[in-house]
């Protein structure tokens, strides 16, 4: 008589045990595809569109003239087929922009602080990086195999003590200038000199500050009188003021010729689309020609910020903490509710009991957009449970 066969184990049966471990704690997340016109959206808060410029005319002109140029995609990687003419104009025209000798642009802003950071540093060197730094960084320093020190958020003193604490062969100081959950400055003077001092490289990402922080929006390094230093390497992104898609590295020549060498996220990748190159570069050259883009979108934010009640922002995120993850989904969908989108961040991307609704100013905002915003906050406020206020932080 034969034995009969046991059911083959479930392998993947954990993905439902961890699934149901995070719906209970208020964390499970779903993809939401948005049509081309929301009917029932009339303000979008959540996106990074913070110059407007996503849907302006002339982006959108740019991008098309370089699709019918050149093809829907770069056809291969940028050593290979995918290094266009428009790439090496928009590299040209980020690192005039934003005071850098050069640049390299990159697939995406992830790619880029991937790229950077591990083509800087390897075993045997040393990482120092704010704990509140953005999961590309984070994910950065644990690839270079480089030794990391975590620092407290902000804390140039922490960061003194680690390089001057440890042995290491090269050093490099890696942070956000403005980040991208808190919306708040690093102190990047500050921390040049503790570097400099201490022979490291300052890396900064400058997603968040690029066509926001500056009076040309040409971002916080160069705000800081960093921009073109021997020892200062910055990284962007295109999809956020630039209202496009991919990033890109900028620093000393040398740099860029040592990432075209090393950077495995560079080398490895196929080139940035045509087409998002295009818009970039349209928008890049909007932002030029209208620099008072950047302050109208930091404006905008210190009116969102007021009536929130939340920490005045050093750019265009205005961050209001609302505590527990169920909180921050509640105040959001009130908002939904009200015609207003606005992101809503729980853990891992926040720490635990700092879930938040995260409010992205906009250079086009119209006194009507906060008049609404208002009515959504208020709204959002009067539903919360008893506690905290929503809109307070």
């Given at each position: 008589?034969?034995?009969?066969?046991?059911?083959?184990?479930?392998?993947?049966?954990?993905?439902?045990?961890?699934?149901?471990?995070?719906?209970?704690?208020?964390?499970?997340?779903?993809?939401?595809?948005?049509?081309?016109?929301?009917?029932?959206?009339?303000?979008?808060?959540?996106?990074?569109?913070?110059?407007?410029?996503?849907?302006?005319?002339?982006?959108?002109?740019?991008?098309?003239?370089?699709?019918?140029?050149?093809?829907?995609?770069?056809?291969?990687?940028?050593?290979?087929?995918?290094?266009?003419?428009?790439?090496?104009?928009?590299?040209?025209?980020?690192?005039?922009?934003?005071?850098?000798?050069?640049?390299?642009?990159?697939?995406?802003?992830?790619?880029?602080?991937?790229?950077?950071?591990?083509?800087?540093?390897?075993?045997?060197?040393?990482?120092?990086?704010?704990?509140?730094?953005?999961?590309?960084?984070?994910?950065?320093?644990?690839?270079?195999?480089?030794?990391?020190?975590?620092?407290?958020?902000?804390?140039?003193?922490?960061?003194?003590?680690?390089?001057?604490?440890?042995?290491?062969?090269?050093?490099?100081?890696?942070?956000?200038?403005?980040?991208?959950?808190?919306?708040?400055?690093?102190?990047?003077?500050?921390?040049?000199?503790?570097?400099?001092?201490?022979?490291?490289?300052?890396?900064?990402?400058?997603?968040?500050?690029?066509?926001?922080?500056?009076?040309?929006?040409?971002?916080?390094?160069?705000?800081?009188?960093?921009?073109?230093?021997?020892?200062?390497?910055?990284?962007?992104?295109?999809?956020?003021?630039?209202?496009?898609?991919?990033?890109?590295?900028?620093?000393?020549?040398?740099?860029?010729?040592?990432?075209?060498?090393?950077?495995?996220?560079?080398?490895?990748?196929?080139?940035?689309?045509?087409?998002?190159?295009?818009?970039?570069?349209?928008?890049?050259?909007?932002?030029?020609?209208?620099?008072?883009?950047?302050?109208?979108?930091?404006?905008?934010?210190?009116?969102?910020?007021?009536?929130?009640?939340?920490?005045?922002?050093?750019?265009?995120?205005?961050?209001?903490?609302?505590?527990?993850?169920?909180?921050?989904?509640?105040?959001?969908?009130?908002?939904?509710?009200?015609?207003?989108?606005?992101?809503?961040?729980?853990?891992?991307?926040?720490?635990?009991?700092?879930?938040?609704?995260?409010?992205?100013?906009?250079?086009?905002?119209t006194d009507d957009d906060i008049a609404l915003f208002a009515t959504a906050l208020a709204a959002a406020r009067a539903a919360q449970p008893a506690g905290t206020p929503a809109g307070?932080?």
């Amino acid at each position: 008589m034969h034995e009969r066969l046991s059911a083959p184990p479930a392998p993947l049966a954990w993905l439902d045990v961890n699934a149901q471990a995070r719906r209970t704690a208020g964390l499970r997340r779903s993809v939401r595809p948005r049509p081309a016109v929301d009917d029932l959206i009339r303000l979008d808060l959540a996106g990074n569109d913070y110059l407007g410029l996503s849907r302006h005319p002339d982006v959108i002109e740019a991008g098309v003239a370089a699709l019918r140029a050149w093809g829907a995609g770069s056809t291969g990687s940028r050593l290979v087929s995918g290094t266009t003419e428009l790439h090496a104009e928009l590299e040209t025209a980020l690192a005039a922009h934003t005071g850098f000798a050069a640049g390299l642009v990159f697939a995406s802003g992830y790619a880029a602080n991937l790229g950077a950071l591990t083509a800087l540093v390897s075993a045997g060197d040393l990482v120092v990086s704010d704990e509140h730094n953005h999961a590309s960084i984070v994910d950065a320093c644990r690839l270079s195999r480089a030794e990391v020190a975590i620092v407290p958020h902000l804390d140039v003193a922490a960061v003194e003590s680690a390089l001057a604490g440890r042995s290491y062969r090269r050093a490099v100081m890696v942070t956000d200038s403005v980040f991208s959950a808190d919306g708040d400055l690093a102190p990047l003077a500050e921390l040049h000199a503790v570097t400099r001092r201490h022979g490291a490289v300052l890396l900064v990402d400058e997603a968040h500050a690029l066509g926001v922080v500056g009076a040309r929006g040409e971002g916080a390094v160069a705000a800081a009188g960093l921009a073109g230093a021997p020892d200062v390497v910055a990284t962007v992104t295109l999809s956020k003021s630039l209202g496009s898609q991919g990033g890109a590295v900028l620093g000393p020549v040398e740099v860029r010729d040592h990432l075209i060498d090393t950077a495995r996220t560079f080398i490895f990748d196929t080139g940035l689309a045509p087409a998002a190159a295009g818009a970039a570069l349209g928008a890049l050259r909007l932002l030029a020609a209208t620099p008072a883009l950047a302050a109208r979108s930091r404006a905008r934010a210190g009116e969102l910020a007021r009536l929130a009640e939340a920490p005045a922002p050093a750019a265009a995120v205005v961050s209001v903490v609302l505590g527990e993850p169920e909180r921050a989904v509640a105040a959001a969908q009130t908002c939904r509710e009200h015609g207003v989108a606005v992101g809503c961040f729980r853990p891992p991307t926040v720490p635990p009991g700092t879930s938040r609704l995260r409010l992205s100013a906009r250079a086009d905002l119209t006194d009507d957009d906060i008049a609404l915003f208002a009515t959504a906050l208020a709204a959002a406020r009067a539903a919360q449970p008893a506690g905290t206020p929503a809109g307070r932080s």
